[in-house]
Structures are given as C-alpha cells and as structure tokens.
C-alpha cells in the first residue's frame, strides 16, 4: 500500500519527460511470444503491470533480460501455456496473452482477468471471435482452457469496438491459416503501435487505424527490434494538472496527433497549447473556464483513461461542466472522494454535473482505481492545505513514477509505501 502526501496550492512548472506506453507496451509483451526467438524492446515502462506481464513471461519459459535501456525477449524455449492465476488476476491486460498462446501453442490455460473495477468487463466479444476462428473453451474453476485444432482465418464484425478483443483477434491471426478481416475494430493507437511491431517481425497486416484490419496468417516471424511510444494517458494527466493548478508544462515526447480531442477540450479552458516534434508546452495560467459538456467514446473521440483528471480539474473552474461516460458503468468512484475535498459535484447515472468551487481543501481520500488515483493527486495539488491519498497499489500499474514526474514540475509532494504482507 501507498500513501502520497502532497502539499497543494502553487501551479505546476517545469519539464518532464513522458514515459512509454501502458497500454502499447502490455500487447506487445504477449505479441512477443509469437515468436520461437529474439525481441528488443526500448523505452518500455516500469510500471507494475509490465513487471507482473514479464513475470509470467519469464514463468511460461520465455527468457527476460535488460541490457542498458533494452528489454530483451527469447521465446525460442517457451514450452508453458497456463498463465499463473496469481498474477493473470492481478491485470486486466493478461487476456490478451490468449490470442498469443494460442497462435503460438494451439492451446491455453488463463485465469479470468483482474484489473481495475471501473465495470463489469466481460470477455464475450473476446471469445465469440477467437471461437469462429476454431477455439473451443472450456471452463476450469478460475479461468478457462482453450484449445484448438488449427486456427483458421475468419471474417466477423464487432458490434462495439473493444480494444482487447481487436488485440486477441490480431494476436490470435498473425500465425493462423488464412485471412481474417475485422470490421468495426478498435481505432486505438495502440492497435496501430501492435501491428506495427508486429509488421517488423514479418507479420502481414494492412488497416489498423481504421474500422477493418486485415490480417494474412505468415507461418513464423522473425527477430526485431521495437521502441514503445510515449504515454498518451500519461501526458493528458499532466497536461490535466496544469489546467487544475493553472500552471505552466512542458511534456517531452508526447505525441500531439494522439491527443488531438485532448488538446480541444484543454483549449477550451482558456488554457493556451503549443505542438511542435519534440512535445507539448502547455500555458495555463488563465485556464479558469469550464470545458463544458464533454462525452468519453472510443478513439478518435475523449479517452476515458482522462475522465477522472478532467473531473478532477473541473471542479474549480469558473462554472458548470458536465461529463457523460460512455465506456465504463462505474468509472466515477473519484467523484465522492473529489467531495470530501470540497468538490460540488453530482452523478446521474452515466453524467457527471461539476459545479466549479473557489478552491478544494486537503483532507484524507483513498484511490479506487488506476486513473482515479491519479486524478485525486491532481485535485490535491490544486487544494488549500495537506491532502494525504492512500493508494492500495493502483497507480503504480500505469505511472513508473508519479513523485518524479510532479516533483519535476514543482509539485511539493512525497510518498510512502507500507507492505500488508
Ligand atoms: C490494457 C488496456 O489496453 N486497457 C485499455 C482497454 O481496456 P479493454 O480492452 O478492457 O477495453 P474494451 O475496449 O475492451 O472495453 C470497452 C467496453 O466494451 C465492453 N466489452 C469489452 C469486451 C468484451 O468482450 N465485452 C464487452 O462488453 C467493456 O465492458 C467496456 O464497457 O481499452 C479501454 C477503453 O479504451 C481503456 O480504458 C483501457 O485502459
Ligand atoms: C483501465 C485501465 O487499465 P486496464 O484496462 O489495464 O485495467 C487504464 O489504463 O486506465
């Protein structure tokens, strides 16, 4: 468990260099495994969702080791498919090891997945899909066997375009037999940042970053090398927290073109953004207005990976916004520990109605999620006084580390960590 303490009350201002990505790094690791050899992988997060991922990795028989700034993968001994339940529990990325398991072994063995509790998060989409592809599942007492003859291309259509299940699906076609369109797939960057690492093994995949990706099964892949993007979720909670504290920030490396809807709402604050190759610099000393109605919705439109730190900076703008979420059924559990710290806000089912306040206040409030978490260290780093966060490890499963990323833009804020076990 951790607690961070932050002392609230002056703007963010400074540098930080944004760090890879989450979420492009997690279906890489298991796209690693397709292949009986070599990965090289650079600017790969330390975050603890990568280390459970290596983890069970390394327990499958694949061999992990760093050399410098290189992370560096040996499938070739692989010769495990059950992923161990104590750490496929723990992430809900441990699902997309599925379709590479089974496009390497036929066969797999995985826990259901854990991973933050913002819905229900069914895997249905996941396996009617990967079942037209020839997979036959059968239930075991935490998870699900998986087998197959042969795994053969297949076209389908998603009626919602999951992130996951367009990754299993990619995964699980890279080495099947045949074609397999998919239409109504994920637009995400981080379907893109997937099939471009899995390009630079050999793999022959056309359409991602649009509705129909298709894929020709190859019958091996090749070594490669592959360096992660930045952190698009990382970078908008800091541009996010210069909004709250009407600050000043430079975020090297974030990728503009990712952020496009991001960098409109922040806009609308008043707050002043400048793009160029090497990041964002962000000027928010007059951020003071609303960002009005804002609804969260697959990419291209508003992450909802940043509907809690845009909350959190709303609840002192000068006015009402409202933020309808359309992805996740519970993903507005900050909003009551945002009141605590005297946020005026309401939810109504899937909308949340913020009326701006003057100033929050330093209190005690505990992270429920991921992102929530995050959002709640913004909110204290806008408020009058000491705000003291207790975090049951949820934040370290997607920011390498949050204390030097704010300490680097001025924020006055420590941590600790207690071991429950
Ligand atoms: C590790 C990772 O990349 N996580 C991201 C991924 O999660 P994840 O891949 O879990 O998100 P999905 O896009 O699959 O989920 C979106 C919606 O579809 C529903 N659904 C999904 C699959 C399924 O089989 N059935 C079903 O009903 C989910 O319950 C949810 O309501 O995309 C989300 C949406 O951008 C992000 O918030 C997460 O950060
Ligand atoms: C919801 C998230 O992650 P996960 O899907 O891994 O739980 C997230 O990164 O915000």
Not at 77 to 89: A, C, H, I, K, M
Not at 93 to 104: H, T
Not at 192 to 217: M, N, P, V, Y
Request: charged letters at 25%.
């Amino acid at each position: 468990m951790a607690w961070y303490e932050v002392r609230g009350g002056r703007p963010l201002d400074g540098a930080v260099k944004i760090q890879g990505s989450k979420n492009g790094a997690l279906p890489v690791l298991a796209g690693a495994l397709l292949h009986r050899g070599r990965t090289v992988l650079h600017n790969c997060p330390g975050i603890t969702d990568v280390g459970y991922t290596l983890e069970i990795l390394r327990s499958l028989g694949c061999s992990v080791t760093v050399e410098k700034d290189a992370l560096i993968l040996d499938a070739a001994g692989l010769d495990r498919n059950r992923v161990p339940e104590s750490l496929g529990e723990k992430m809900r990325s441990s699902v997309i090891l599925l379709g590479s398991l089974l496009g390497r072994f036929g066969e797999a063995c995985l826990p259901y997945p854990g991973g933050c509790t913002i819905g229900k998060r069914p895997i249905d989409l996941h396996l009617k899909m990967l079942s037209e592809m020839g997979v036959t599942f059968t239930e075991e007492e935490r998870g699900l066997k998986a087998s197959c003859r042969r795994l053969s291309g297949a076209e389908f259509s998603l009626p919602f375009p999951s992130v996951g299940a367009t990754e299993n699906v990619i995964l699980a076609a890279v080495l099947a037999e045949g074609v397999t369109v998919l239409s109504g797939a994920a637009r995400e960057p981080e379907i893109s940042e997937l099939c471009r690492f899995l390009r630079g093994k050999g793999a022959r995949i056309e359409g991602d970053g649009t509705e129909t990706i298709r894929i020709e099964g190859v019958s091996s892949l090749e070594d490669s090398e592959f360096i992660f993007s930045s952190d698009r979720i990382v970078a908008g909670t800091y541009l996010f927290g210069g909004v709250l504290t009407r600050g000043r920030v430079f975020l090297e490396g974030a990728e503009t073109g990712t952020l496009t809807e991001v960098l409109k709402v922040i806009e609308k604050t008043g707050a002043v953004v400048h793009t160029s190759p090497r990041g964002i610099f962000l000027d928010a000393r007059e951020a003071f207005l609303p960002a009005g109605r804002v609804e969260t919705s697959p990419y291209p439109g508003f992450p909802t990976d940043l509907q809690s730190a845009l909350l959190s900076a709303m609840t002192v703008a000068r006015g009402k916004s409202e933020i309808e979420e359309n992805i996740f059924e519970a993903r507005f559990q900050t909003a009551a520990q945002l009141r605590r710290m005297g946020a005026d806000l309401e939810i109504k089912g899937n909308r949340a109605l913020i009326r701006g306040v003057s100033s929050l206040h330093g209190t005690f409030v505990r992270a429920k999620e991921l992102r929530g978490g995050a959002a709640l260290v913004l909110a204290a780093l806008g408020a009058e006084g000491t705000t003291l966060i207790q975090d049951d490890g949820y934040i370290e499963r997607g920011y390498e580390d949050l204390l030097r990323d704010l300490g680097a833009l001025g924020a006055c804020m420590q941590s600790s960590t207690v071991k429950t076990k």
